[in-house]
């Protein structure tokens, strides 16, 4: 079985551009054809979210940047499991007006380091997201093609599927 690649959508306000945004990422993470890719969107009213945290190997957090920062629907998904995380790696898409969400990044990845990931170095970012995907979805942006595709790389070789082996993996 694949390893499991899971996206996760972090916009929930009404009129958003987050799914168009990771339904680019996750086109460019299936092509790749390594992972196995599932979506969880922050949307949705799911009590299952700690299973499926549980299930992936590595993750991807699409987030934009409010007001220098992240979404609190992204921080309460973080902070909503505990151990599922542990030992696994994480990448960011981010996107926003002038700085393409990379403050919101960086802020993530204090807070990943927290939970026990490791947070990789390539993050795809989109400034002035509204333009930068036509009426299809897609880019021309050549760099955050790139970005992807360097991020999907070091997710694949961080990845372990042994998370449960992390010295960490149960601390208190
Ligand atoms: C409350 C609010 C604050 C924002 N603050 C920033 C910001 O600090 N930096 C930035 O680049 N874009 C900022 N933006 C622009 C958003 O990143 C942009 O609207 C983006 O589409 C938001 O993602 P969403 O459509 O998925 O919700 C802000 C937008 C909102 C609604």
């Given at each position: 079985?694949?390893p499991?690649l899971?996206v996760?959508i ?7 551009i ?5 339904a ?9 054809g ?8 922050l949307r949705?009213?799911?009590?299952g ?7 992936s190997?590595?993750?991807v957090?699409?987030?934009p940047e409010?007001n220098h920062?992240y979404s ?12 599922e ?8 898409v ?6 393409g ?11 990943v ?5 490791a ?12 333009k ?10 050549g760099?955050a ?5 360097r991020m ?8 372990r599927?042994d998370a449960?082996?992390?010295?960490g993996?149960?601390?208190r």
């Amino acid at each position: 079985m694949a390893p499991v690649l899971g996206v996760i959508i972090g916009s929930v306000r009404e009129g958003r551009i987050g799914p168009t945004v990771a339904a680019w990422f996750v086109r460019q993470a299936v092509a790749d054809g390594r992972f196995e890719v599932r979506v969880q969107d922050l949307r949705d009213d799911d009590g299952g979210f700690t299973r499926w945290v549980g299930e992936s190997d590595a993750f991807v957090l699409v987030t934009p940047e409010y007001n220098h920062g992240y979404s609190a629907a992204l921080k309460g998904a973080l902070d909503s499991v505990k151990y599922e995380w542990r030992g696994k790696p994480v990448g960011f898409v981010s996107y926003g007006g002038s700085a393409g969400g990379a403050r919101a990044v960086e802020q993530l990845r204090q807070v990943v380091a927290e939970l026990h990931m490791a947070s990789v170095r390539d993050a795809p970012l989109f400034a002035r997201v509204k333009k930068a995907f036509d009426e299809n979805g897609d880019t021309t942006d050549g760099a955050a093609m790139d970005a992807a595709a360097r991020m999907i790389d070091q997710l694949w070789w961080w990845r372990r599927g042994d998370a449960s082996t992390y010295p960490g993996a149960r601390l208190r």
